[in-house]
T-cell receptor
Framework: NAGVMQNPRHLVRRRGQEARLRCSPM?????VYWYRQLPEEGLKFMVY????????ESGMPKERFSAEFPKEGPSILRIQQVVRGDSAAYFC?????????????FGDGTRLSIL | AQTVTQSQPEMSVQEAETVTLSCTYD???????LFWYKQPPSRQMILVIR??????QNATENRFSVNFQKAAKSFSLKISDSQLGDAAMYFC?????????????FGKGITLSVRP
């Protein structure tokens, strides 16, 4: 069974460019969570999606950030007009449902560096 | 809102000995899940152990066990017979019981080093 797949592993962008981060959940998982980890910090929740629906986006900045999880294809976290402060590791996690007793399985993360 | 606190930024343990990592949390909910995740230098997030709040028995996974004190809102991780491969950052995390709010809330983490 393939785990949660994130790509790219590393992404370098210049200030003002767009960054697109992809996440393919584990097979059979329809719930996706995005987290951001700043250097020397724990992971901070950004957004929780089910197929074609955003369930909770309370942790996502209101501007420049958006996320989607279409019916077909991976979940995408999109950051427009990136700034230096967006440099971080972005992790995706998936679970079969939002039920409490099903743990979230994490991908290896995407390291975003802004020049 | 729930908060998770890991007050020790670093700890060190001698190989083969036992170490305990501390975690406290704050919540008004009565049912929830608690987790410990390990993040080695490769930066993967690996689930170590989980505890359901309604269970009084402490969870155990091989060399890893927890001391869950619900009234004190404390959830410490004990690693027995420490191995060099245990060196990593360890994060304590809380998960709310409601489906729409099922995100994980993490502490800041603790860096564990293992001395040979």
């Amino acid at each position: 069974n393939a785990g949660v797949m994130q790509n790219p592993r590393h992404l370098v962008r210049r200030r003002g460019q767009e960054a697109r981060l992809r996440c393919s959940p584990m097979k059979g998982h329809s719930h996706v969570y995005w987290y951001r980890q700043l250097p020397e910090e724990g992971l901070k929740f950004m957004v929780y999606l089910q197929k074609e629906n955003i369930i909770d986006e309370s942790g996502m900045p209101k501007e420049r950030f958006s996320a989607e999880f279409p019916k077909e294809g991976p979940s995408i976290l999109r950051i427009q007009q990136v700034v230096r402060g967006d440099s971080a590791a972005y992790f995706c996690a998936s679970s079969p449902s939002g039920v409490l007793n099903q743990p979230q399985h994490f991908g290896d993360g995407t390291r975003l560096s802004i020049l | 809102a729930q908060t998770v606190t890991q007050s020790q930024p670093e700890m060190s343990v001698q190989e083969a000995e036992t170490v305990t990592l501390s975690c406290t949390y704050d919540t008004s909910e009565s049912d929830y899940y608690l987790f410990w995740y390990k993040q080695p230098p490769s930066r993967q997030m690996i689930l170590v152990i989980r505890q359901e709040a309604y269970k009084q028995q402490n969870a155990t996974e091989n060399r890893f066990s927890v001391n869950f004190q619900k009234a004190a809102k404390s959830f410490s991780l004990k690693i027995s017979d420490s191995q060099l491969g245990d060196a990593a950052m360890y994060f304590c995390a809380y998960r709310s019981p409601t489906g729409a709010n099922s995100k994980l809330t993490f502490g800041k983490g603790i860096t564990l080093s293992v001395r040979p």
